[in-house]
Every structure is written in structure tokens, then in C-alpha cells.
């Protein structure tokens, strides 16, 4: 498998000097996984996707599968500046789980490119597009296995497993843990602790929420996002091969992210032999399995 970031960022883009080596980009994956094309949120990074997509593939035809892990802004803003799906010919399967109003996948995409917003509806964009809701049944897509859980975060948000020819990887953004606080969203709440744990368990290359500090983290309790100190405890009780510190607070310049980067690094050796390598995502990065 191939992963490649195009969106690293949470909350809001930010632009500028002060984010130009981890990305001012909002959340983007983009897994390679054998023939299949799997995309992890739709970012601002999305529209950076695109147009590598349009360039990989010229004149053939995009089949891509989209999976969100909820529909706060920042992990869907990208989608209606997303030109392959202005493209006849191509189709992409959009996947995500319960909506806390009762609306279905693509209503919440409508309401997004509603006119009041945006230009253009998403009736308008040319590709097929199928909407997909997620009723916890894995699925099998190539050689490509997807599974998936809620995590614990103020609005239903899913975390994805990826397994293909025995390597696996975890997309896990946006989650709090629940020994801080839970967030009373769904009825998954009874179950999310030993879901998440199931879901990271094993994985060669964890990309987990880290948005901040530990000194941060009290002030922004509740909030539904975990310290750099929470993601290493995922990843070190879960025997993580590799930590990828995500979803960057817009806040943080590079030389934040930076420190955040070492601290980790250096936290994992004091706790002994744990095998973990810790780095923080930055655009542009690609990881091979």
C-alpha cells in the first residue's frame, strides 16, 4: 500500500510561511491498495488531489472510493472544488456513517454546495456518484478489507481500518479519549473504548488525531480531539509499528509541530522498547507498506 497526504490540517486551512513543511492543507489520505483508490476525507487537500489525479490518469477514466469520517467542514470542504467529479466517466463511491440529524450522506453534501454557499450544486457535477451509509458491515473492496468504528468525538465521526495482503493501516481522526470524557452522540457510547482499541490494534502505520499539546489539552477538553500524549498511549497499548501524528491545530506554526514531532519521539524512548517510530504528517509525505 501506498499512503500519501494531501491534507494534514484541522479546523480551518492555513496557509502561509509559518505551516509550509507540515501543510496548511485540511484532512486528505490518499491510500494506493493494489487497483483500488481509496481517499480519506475531503479536505481543502482534496482539491490538490484532483489535480494529481487528472494527471496520473489523462484521458482514462477516475474510479475512486471516498470514505468521510464526518461531515464537520474541515473534512469536507474540499469536495465541491474536487474537479474529477465535474468529469463524465468517472465515478466515485462516497461512504460515511450516521448523520446526528437523521440526513442521509448526500443530503449533507446538497446542503453544502446549496446556492447560498456555493455556484454549483452537486447535481451538476458530471461523474456518477454514488452515496453509501455505513451500517457496520466491513467491506471488501479488490484485495482491500474496510472496517471501521465510531470514535469519540461531539458529532458521529468513523475511524477506518485498511488491510491488504497483511499490512494494515488506521485513519483515526478526530477522537478524544474516552477516559478524558464521552461524547453522548450515538449508541455507540456503551462500546466505543474496546471498538477503537479493536480498530488500532495491530497496524503498521497509525494516522491518529494529535492536535495538541499536553499543556493544551485541559483548556480544550471536550472538544473531542486527543494530545500528542493520548495518540503515543493509542499507539503504544495498541503495539503500533508506526505513529503519525495528524490533524495539525491551525495554531501551530512548522516550528510547533516540529517541537510536538520531538517530544513524541523522545517520549516513546523513555517508555522503553516499544518499537514505535513517531513523525508528524506533513503534505506532500508518502509511506510505503
Request: glycine share 8%; proline share 4%.
Amino acid at each position: 500500500m501506498i499512503v500519501r497526504f494531501w491534507g494534514t490540517r484541522g479546523s480551518i486551512p492555513t496557509p502561509g510561511h509559518a505551516t509550509s513543511i507540515f501543510g496548511g492543507n485540511t484532512t486528505c489520505v490518499e491510500i494506493e491498495a493494489g487497483e483500488e483508490l481509496l481517499i480519506f476525507d475531503a479536505g481543502s487537500g482534496l482539491r490538490e488531489l484532483g489535480s494529481s489525479l487528472n494527471k496520473r490518469f489523462r484521458n482514462k477514466s477516475i474510479r475512486a472510493s471516498l470514505f468521510i469520517s464526518h461531515t464537520h467542514w474541515d473534512h469536507i470542504q474540499g469536495f465541491p472544488f474536487f474537479e474529477p467529479a465535474f468529469r463524465p466517466g468517472n465515478h466515485f463511491d462516497i461512504y460515511g456513517g450516521l448523520s446526528n440529524t437523521g440526513k442521509t450522506l448526500d443530503q449533507l453534501f446538497e446542503g453544502q454546495m446549496d446556492l447560498d454557499y456555493f455556484p454549483v450544486s452537486l447535481s451538476q457535477m458530471a461523474a456518477t456518484l454514488t452515496f453509501n451509509n455505513l451500517d457496520g458491515i466491513p467491506l471488501t473492496l479488490g484485495e482491500a478489507t474496510i472496517t471501521y468504528c465510531y470514535l469519540n468525538h461531539p458529532t458521529n465521526t468513523l475511524g477506518y481500518r485498511i488491510e491488504h495482503q497483511g499490512k494494515v493501516i488506521v485513519f483515526a481522526t478526530d477522537h478524544e479519549p474516552p477516559s478524558e470524557i464521552v461524547h453522548p452522540v450515538t449508541c455507540h457510547v456503551n462500546t466505543i473504548s474496546n471498538d477503537f482499541k479493536k480498530l488500532f490494534y495491530g497496524t503498521e502505520i497509525l494516522i491518529a488525531d494529535s492536535q495538541y499539546t499536553e499543556k493544551e489539552y485541559p483548556k480544550c477538553r471536550g472538544w473531542g480531539h486527543s494530545s500528542i500524549a493520548h495518540a503515543l498511549a493509542y499507539a503504544v497499548e495498541a503495539k503500533v509499528k508506526k505513529l503519525v501524528l495528524f490533524h495539525h491545530d491551525p495554531t501551530h506554526t512548522d516550528d510547533i509541530v516540529t517541537k510536538m514531532e520531538v517530544a513524541t519521539q523522545e517520549r516513546a524512548i523513555i517508555m522503553g522498547d516499544t518499537g514505535i517510530e513517531c513523525m508528524a504528517a506533513r503534505e506532500g509525505m508518502e509511506l510505503e507498506l
